[in-house]
């Protein structure tokens, strides 16, 4: 398949966006965040609010793209249901039972103040309120939904249909640029990000559908962001420090 130029320049420039501007821009948002939180009550909310706004338009532009290329259609990134409905069903049920028994686990957890795999990653992503816990939750199928039809749909159509790579190295190619775009959670969360993309990298390649991916998806944010205890401050233990120094 051969990309018209239209689809071409588009893809170049999203491309170009999601591999080198999106990973920089994250990270810079995030530290603002991080050194913002404590003293400005709406920071957290407003990174929320952005970070979802450039989601849809990348989403959006990725549609675009699907639209003015006439060698492209929906099923081309997973915007059908290609499982029979047994097998369908199978895996509707299968992720309700994964899904609340994750719940369940990581719920008492929680409760119990245990670590919550993956939290130290995202530590200041995790909402302290109960306004910015509907934040978070909006961010969360945000990205189950966008993130799902750009990187695993989108990039991998493109490397196949307009750079000729086969459908596997595509899928890596593509997988590089999602992580890459989880840079401001350092090294360790990039790396368990990598576990996470391959695994939905393959359950769509496996189904050619991006159904089970985008429910995964959203569940592992929501439990990531509303199940992980945000850490204890001590702004008296800071307030003595720095009494101690004057």
């Known amino acids: 398949m051969s990309f018209t130029l239209l689809a071409l320049v588009l893809s170049a420039v999203l491309v170009g966006y999601l591999a080198v501007v999106s990973p920089l821009l994250g990270k810079r948002t995030y530290d603002r965040l991080a050194r913002s939180r404590d003293r400005d009550p709406m920071a957290y909310r407003r990174m929320c609010a952005f970070w979802c706004a450039e989601?849809?338009?990348?989403?959006?532009?990725?549609?675009l793209i699907v639209a003015?290329?006439?060698g492209l259609d929906g099923a081309d990134v997973g915007l059908v249901i290609k499982a029979p409905?047994?097998?369908?069903l199978g895996m509707i049920a299968g992720f309700l039972v994964a899904?609340?028994?994750s719940v369940l686990v990581f719920r008492r957890l929680a409760a119990r103040g245990g670590p919550i795999p993956g939290a130290e990653a995202v530590v200041h992503l995790l909402p302290r309120t109960t306004?910015?816990?509907?934040?978070?939750?909006?961010l969360s199928v945000t990205a189950g939904v966008t993130e799902e039809i750009v990187y695993r749909g989108l990039l991998i159509a493109v490397g196949t249909g307009a750079l000729g790579l086969s459908e596997e190295v595509a899928a890596l190619a593509a997988l590089a640029v999602f992580v890459a775009g989880h840079l401001y959670q350092g090294w360790r969360g990039m790396f368990t990000v990598t576990l996470?993309?391959?695994a939905l990298t393959a359950l769509y390649l496996r189904t050619g559908s991006l159904l089970m991916p985008i429910l995964l998806h959203a569940l592992i944010d929501l439990r990531g962001l509303l199940?992980?205890?945000?850490?204890?401050?001590?702004?008296?233990r800071e307030l003595v420090s720095g009494t101690s120094g004057d």
Not at 85 to 88: R, T
Not at 227 to 236: G, K
Request: proline share 12%; glycine share 4%; aromatic share 10%.
């Open 55 to 63: 989601l849809w338009v990348l989403a959006a532009v990725a549609l």
């Open 68 to 70: 003015v290329e006439p």
């Open 85 to 88: 409905p047994s097998e369908l």
């Open 99 to 101: 899904a609340t028994v």
């Open 131 to 138: 306004a910015e816990r509907w934040y978070a939750a909006g």
């Open 196 to 198: 996470i993309g391959f």
């Open 227 to 236: 199940l992980s205890p945000a850490p204890r401050r001590e702004p008296a």
